[in-house]
């Protein structure tokens, strides 16, 4: 003997494996079975959800009929009234005007904008210069005033 195969069964030794019985579920039913009930909650709980949705409380059984009977309505008022069309509706605005004035006018706008801005800046700008140049010229002053008065 082996060390390799001792303690186990050889071919000619293995019990027959037991076959199902015809009354036993095979797992395939047990999925059908499963899927089924699973399918039913839903639907259940769909027509309470319906019946929820109506004040009354009676729920409409037939939400499709009472659809398809609307969207029949709807294309017998649109027979009757040729002027009213969904699908003829078109945006407006092919004029030339529109499509170059109005980014033209946007662009000037936000242009003076940063120019007053820039302008602001140069003109805080030279007004500190100016400053700076007034205490120079007091300074100066102060120095060269004792010299003329005779000091």
Avoid at 1 to 29: H, Q, W, Y
Avoid at 95 to 111: C, E, F, I, Q, Y
Wanted: glycine share 10%; proline share 5%; hydrophobic share 35%.
């Amino acid at each position: 003997m082996n060390i390799f195969t001792a303690g186990s069964a050889t071919e000619g030794t293995l019990p027959p494996e037991p076959r199902p019985e015809v009354t036993e579920k095979t797992i395939l039913d047990k999925a059908a079975e499963c899927l089924w009930w699973t399918l039913s909650y839903f639907q259940a709980d769909q027509a309470q959800m319906e019946a929820r949705r109506y004040q009354d409380g009676t729920g409409d059984p037939d939400y499709g009929r009472r659809l398809r009977e609307l969207e029949g309505q709807i294309a017998e008022i649109d027979r009757e009234q040729s002027s009213f069309k969904m699908g003829d509706y078109h945006e407006g605005g092919g004029n030339r005007w529109d499509k170059w004035a109005m980014p033209g006018l946007v662009t000037l706008a936000v242009s003076g904008i940063i120019g007053n801005v820039v302008q602001s800046m140069t003109v805080s700008a030279l007004r500190q210069e100016v400053a700076d140049l007034q205490k120079e010229v007091d300074h100066i002053e102060k120095l060269i005033e004792p010299r003329y008065r005779g000091g």
